[in-house]
């Protein structure tokens, strides 16, 4: 991001502005695909800040969020970033970070730079957003597994899915990897009257359109204010039912404004758990023969339990009484899933984990027969392991909470929490490989739900892959390493 404002139309975005003297994101000869959505004036408009606008003026800077820069890197604070980030919340306007992100440096002091700034986002908060315009003289997968880490301990330690800032072409010369769609992306580009797409992704989220003569980048958000406001969990809540919901129908999905009534339940896919609202006004979480969670409301009057179109999952009495809830309001098109794994989980559009039962934590799982693949429902727990069918390369879930990936006794990769609670690494019936703590909080996951009988594959080529039917999900980019 450059040293810049954002203002659009009526509704303005402010974002901090990024490092001086960066690598130019908006300009290059590779051919990329073209992507209208709102236009250089739509409604909803912004500016990023930095050290570099001084200290600016966000009561009368008449825009609707902004973003403010934490620092450059791993060793360079942004002086103007607490009094920004205060004065965003005092002067009623959505706040975002960002962080200049330096791939020479180590990613997960970075990113713990940006979790310590933040800390766990709240309403009127938008997503941490990564600036990568950089390489530091890196080559491509040395960036982009730093990237992804950088993005997985931002997601856990803040609570929201990250952004991430680039330009197109600068993605595809130096970043070259098409795994990063589930994140939303921020492209700059000046001058066009569309942004372009880098592959991986088949649209964007905000458009840095001008970076104000080097004064004060200027962005529209590709969406309503609705949206935005849904990104920083301020939507109005949702008032109690005035009937009863609409059924669900096929399984292991409730979506919006679907739900259960008293008597009623709703089975995963793979019929093995259900979901109850019974008769004595409890929530419960039926799988292998007992209850696995439970809304503890038994004895009340609950009635009927439904998801929310504002992203909430909510168990109302029959006077309309909210007896219990998700508290995921602020998340509009949220869906509830009854997953193959006995968990159910509050989902967010972006496929980020907004809540969970932690029902499928009931013991240890399966353990990976053979070897170089961990099959759905299987998985290794605290000090075990899986190994390549060449026995030259090792995935561990150590003793220290950190998943490893090992070459000959060499760390390769790993997801960066060390020091924590890890304690299982299980590949999810639905598709997603997802580390959970002793407590059954998520700490890690592929982001690869929705693909039901997904495989996890360590290769001989040194390479960490969630495959569906052939196709590659998300890999960790460490092949011939």
């Not at 959505?94 to 020479?104: I, K, L, T, V």
């Given at each position: 991001m450059r040293n810049s404002l954002l203002a659009i139309g009526s509704l303005a975005v402010v974002l901090a502005a990024c490092s001086a003297n960066t690598d130019d994101v908006g300009s290059s000869g590779e051919a990329v695909t073209m992507k209208c959505g709102a236009s250089a004036n739509g409604p909803v408009q912004g500016v990023d800040v930095s050290i570099y606008q001084g200290n600016?003026?966000?009561?009368?800077?008449?825009?609707?969020?902004?973003?403010?820069?934490?620092?450059?890197?791993?060793?360079?604070?942004?002086?103007?970033?607490?009094?920004?980030?205060?004065?965003?919340?005092?002067?009623?306007?959505?706040?975002?970070?960002?962080?200049?992100?330096?791939?020479?440096?180590?990613?997960?002091?970075?990113?713990?730079?940006?979790?310590?700034?933040?800390?766990?986002?709240?309403?009127?908060?938008l997503p941490a957003m990564i600036d990568v315009e950089a390489t530091g003289g890196e080559p491509p997968w040395v960036i982009a597994q730093k990237i992804h880490q950088w993005l997985q301990i931002v997601e856990s330690g803040t609570g929201k899915r990250p952004f991430i800032y680039t330009g197109s072409y600068f993605w595809q010369d130096y970043v070259k990897d098409t795994s990063f769609g589930q994140y939303p992306v921020w492209i700059a580009a000046y001058g066009p009257s569309c942004p372009s797409l880098p592959a991986g992704w088949s649209n964007w989220l905000m458009w840095q359109y001008s970076d104000g003569n080097g004064k004060l980048d200027h962005d529209v958000f590709n969406g309503s204010l609705a949206q935005l406001k849904a990104y920083a969990g301020v939507s109005v809540p949702q008032g109690p039912p005035t009937q009863p919901p609409a059924k669900p129908s096929g399984c292991g999905e409730i979506k919006p404004g679907q739900g259960l009534v008293a008597g009623e339940s709703y089975e995963s896919c793979d019929h093995r758990f259900a979901l109850a609202m019974q008769t004595d006004g409890n929530l419960v979480i039926y799988g292998a023969g007992r209850a696995l969670w439970a809304s503890q409301t038994s004895g009340s009057d609950g009635y009927a339990a439904i998801m929310q179109t504002d992203g909430n999952f909510v168990l109302y009495g029959k006077h309309s009484d909210p007896l219990w809830s998700a508290d995921t309001s602020g998340h509009g098109g949220s869906h509830l899933a009854i997953q193959d794994d006995g968990n159910v989980v509050v989902y967010s559009p972006q496929s980020a984990a907004l809540w969970a039962s932690s029902s499928n934590i009931i013991g240890a799982?399966?353990?990976?027969?053979?070897?170089?693949?961990?099959?759905?429902?299987?998985?290794?727990?605290?000090?075990?392991?899986?190994?390549?069918?060449?026995?030259?390369?090792?995935?561990?879930?150590?003793?220290?909470?950190?998943?490893?990936?090992?070459?000959?006794?060499?760390?390769?990769?790993?997801?960066?929490?060390a020091g924590g609670q890890g304690y299982l690494a299980i590949m999810q019936g639905d598709g997603n490989l997802v580390m959970y703590g002793y407590k059954g909080n998520p700490l890690f996951w592929t982001g690869t739900n929705g693909h039901p009988g997904a495989t996890f594959a360590a290769q001989a080529d040194g390479n960490l892959v969630v495959y569906s039917n052939g196709a590659a999900l998300w890999a960790s980019h460490t092949n011939g390493r």
């Open positions: 600016f003026n966000w009561s009368a800077a008449g825009v609707s969020f902004g973003y403010a820069r934490i620092g450059d890197g791993e060793y360079t604070s942004d002086s103007e970033f607490g009094p920004n980030w205060s004065k965003m919340k005092a002067a009623g306007v959505m706040r975002g970070a960002y962080q200049f992100f330096r791939p020479n440096q180590d990613a997960a002091a970075q990113a713990n730079l940006m979790v310590k700034a933040v800390g766990k986002l709240g309403a009127g908060d799982p399966a353990k990976p027969t053979g070897c170089g693949d961990i099959s759905p429902d299987h998985g290794i727990v605290s000090g075990e392991s899986v190994s390549s069918c060449d026995g030259h390369y090792s995935l561990a879930m150590q003793t220290d909470g950190n998943l490893v990936y090992y070459h000959d006794g060499h760390a390769i990769w790993d997801t960066g929490t």
